[in-house]
């Protein structure tokens, strides 16, 4: 059965950093661009980062960009986003979603994805 399960996430001080694993059983990455979400309370779910098969990547929130970055690690079924500069603003629930894609599908959108994680909480306070 294939599943997505999230870590990494916690409280931190605004300006600290955090990297939030995105593990991935039942089935290899090797086919799949993978997405990384957030949702704040009140709030629609957002996409944040998105990488593609052969390992480029696109943020799709601006207020992540030069902050954020998204990589992966097939041989480890893992992905990742090492989340920089931190700000309260970025707290949310984080999500990775997969989908079975082409070599450079990406997409922002979560109706695009049809596997989802638990989500990890994200909380910038100090």
């Known amino acids: 059965q294939l599943q997505l399960v999230e870590s990494g996430g916690g409280l931190v001080q605004p300006g600290g950093s955090l990297r939030l694993s995105c593990a991935a059983s039942?089935?290899?990455?090797?086919?799949?661009?993978i997405g990384w979400f957030r949702q704040a309370p009140g709030k629609e779910r957002e996409g944040v980062s998105c990488?593609?098969?052969?390992?480029?990547?696109?943020n799709y929130a601006d207020s992540v960009k030069g902050r954020f970055t998204i990589s992966r690690d097939n041989a480890k079924n893992t992905v990742y986003l090492q989340m920089n500069s931190l700000k309260p603003e970025d707290t949310a629930v984080y999500y990775c979603?997969?989908?079975?894609?082409?070599?450079?599908?990406?997409?922002?959108?979560?109706?695009?994805?049809?596997?989802w994680g638990q989500g990890t909480q994200v909380t910038v306070s100090s």
């Open positions: 979603a997969a989908v079975r894609a082409s070599y450079l599908y990406c997409s922002g959108y979560a109706a695009d994805f049809n596997s």
């Open positions: 039942g089935f290899t990455l090797d086919y799949y661009a």
């Open positions: 990488i593609r098969r052969d390992g480029s990547s696109r």
